[in-house]
Structures are given as structure tokens and as C-alpha cells.
């Protein structure tokens, strides 16, 4: 908001006011899946008077991309993004699948530790835990997972839209959740259009990249970027 953007930060369907409110009652989110997250973000992308530009972490990355490819934005920037499903050869965190089906996935300190936050040290891989961390949707870690597999319903991503805005896609070359490697493969698809696509590539970040001390290194990035392709408030 310094640089004059107006900014827009809109919640999961069903996610609550506060972190502690959502891990003691995720119940609001429990038959959340890829497809309905996406229609709800397509939903907000749609609202505003001008195309948003787009800026997703994670599972909000492989969304931002899909809206931009379908012209609902004007820019985008993909965060350390989960791969479409063909290239979905994630380590993934698996925490215990819950006894009822309708409870939520949680990860414990220990997992978030391994996956999560592994490029910051031990107390600060604790406090954002405590900070950040609430129950996943047990169906959407399922799509997420089974999105490689033969009949599986996927969320595809117009690489070859010839007429969309800049995409930056961001990775963290510690990352286990979403490697390096990983986002690399996507940015290589994007080499069919003449479209802006770019990479941008730091060491010793992990997937926490953008909650962790050195986020403002990715903020900073991100912003001059938008700048250097005439994107301003």
C-alpha cells in the first residue's frame, strides 16, 4: 500500500477472522476442493472495476497463472506455485489422514519445520507456526496429490495465450514443497509465447519465502518488476 497499490487480500471460502479461529473451528472449509477454490478466486477476479494484477502463494500460484491465461488479470505473480499435475513430482508434507473424513489435515511443528520453514532457523520456523499455520482441507490436499493421476480432473494452464499479461514465476532453490526444479519445468513451458514470462530464482529460501524474516527481499523483487514492465498504482 506505500507504493500506492490498493490491496486486496480475500479469504478462503469459509476460512474465519483470525488463525486461532480457524484452527479450532476449519469446519467452514471442510469440502474445499481445487475446483471451488479456483471458481471462488475467478469470482473475485471478476468483481473488480479494472483486472486485478494477481499475486498467489503456493496453491495460489498455480491459480494466479490459470487466471491470467484465461484474461482475467493484468499481471501476475506466482510465489514458490504447486506445478500442474503432469508435472506434480512434489515432496509433499503428509500429515496423518484423519480418522473422520471430515476433519481437516494438520501438519505438526515438526513438519511444518521439515517442509515448510527449513531455510530459517528453529525459533522463527516456531513463532510462524504459531503465527500461520491452520488445518488444510482434507479434499483439497487430496486433489493436490492426485492430480497426476489417469482420470483426475485438472486445473490446466493456458502456457500459449499469446495476449496475456506478464507472468513472474518466484521459486526458492530450498524449497521441498514446491522445488526449484519444479518451477523451472513451468517456466519452460511458457517458451511458446511471445507473452512476458520470468523467472526469478533465490538462494536458501524455502516454501516459507513469503512469511518468513526475508520477505521483503521477495517484496522488493516483486515490486520492481511490476515497475520495469510499466505495471504502477
Given at each position: 500500500m506505500s507504493r500506492g497499490f490498493a490491496v486486496s487480500a480475500p479469504r478462503w471460502p469459509g476460512e474465519l477472522?483470525?488463525?486461532?479461529?480457524?484452527?479450532?473451528?476449519?469446519?467452514g472449509w471442510r469440502d474445499l476442493g481445487l475446483a471451488a477454490l479456483t471458481a471462488h478466486y475467478v469470482r473475485v477476479a471478476r468483481s473488480f472495476d479494472t483486472p486485478p494484477v494477481l499475486i498467489g502463494h503456493c496453491v495460489g500460484g498455480l491459480i494466479a497463472q490459470y487466471l491470467l491465461g484465461a484474461d482475467l488479470a493484468l499481471a501476475a505473480v506466482a510465489l514458490a506455485p504447486i506445478p500442474p499435475g503432469d508435472l506434480?513430482?512434489?515432496?509433499?508434507?503428509?500429515?496423518?489422514?484423519?480418522?473422520?473424513?471430515?476433519?481437516?489435515?494438520?501438519?505438526s511443528p515438526r513438519e511444518f519445520r521439515q517442509f515448510f520453514a527449513n531455510?530459517?532457523?528453529?525459533?522463527?520456523?516456531?513463532?510462524?507456526?504459531?503465527?500461520?499455520?491452520?488445518?488444510m482441507p482434507l479434499r483439497l490436499l487430496g486433489d493436490i496429490g492426485a492430480r497426476s493421476e489417469p482420470g483426475q480432473t485438472e486445473l490446466t494452464v493456458a502456457t500459449g495465450n499469446q495476449d496475456r499479461g506478464p507472468l513472474l514465476?518466484?521459486?526458492g532453490q530450498e524449497d521441498r514443497l514446491a522445488p526449484d526444479t519444479m518451477t523451472r519445468?513451468?517456466?519452460?513451458?511458457?517458451?511458446?509465447?511471445?507473452?512476458?514470462?520470468?523467472?526469478?530464482?533465490?538462494?536458501d529460501r524455502g516454501h516459507s519465502l513469503v512469511i518468513?524474516?526475508?520477505?521483503?527481499?521477495i517484496a522488493d523483487h516483486v515490486l520492481g518488476w511490476l515497475t520495469d514492465h510499466g505495471i504502477r498504482a
Open positions: 477472522d483470525t488463525v486461532a479461529a480457524t484452527r479450532a473451528d476449519p469446519s506434480n513430482r512434489l515432496v509433499v508434507a503428509r500429515p496423518a489422514v484423519p480418522e473422520s473424513p471430515g476433519e481437516p489435515a494438520r501438519l531455510a530459517v532457523d528453529a525459533g522463527e520456523a516456531a513463532a510462524l507456526f504459531g503465527r500461520h499455520v491452520v488445518p514465476l518466484v521459486s519445468a513451468m517456466y519452460k513451458r511458457y517458451g511458446d509465447s511471445v507473452a512476458v514470462s520470468e523467472l526469478a530464482q533465490f538462494a518468513d524474516s526475508g520477505w521483503p527481499e
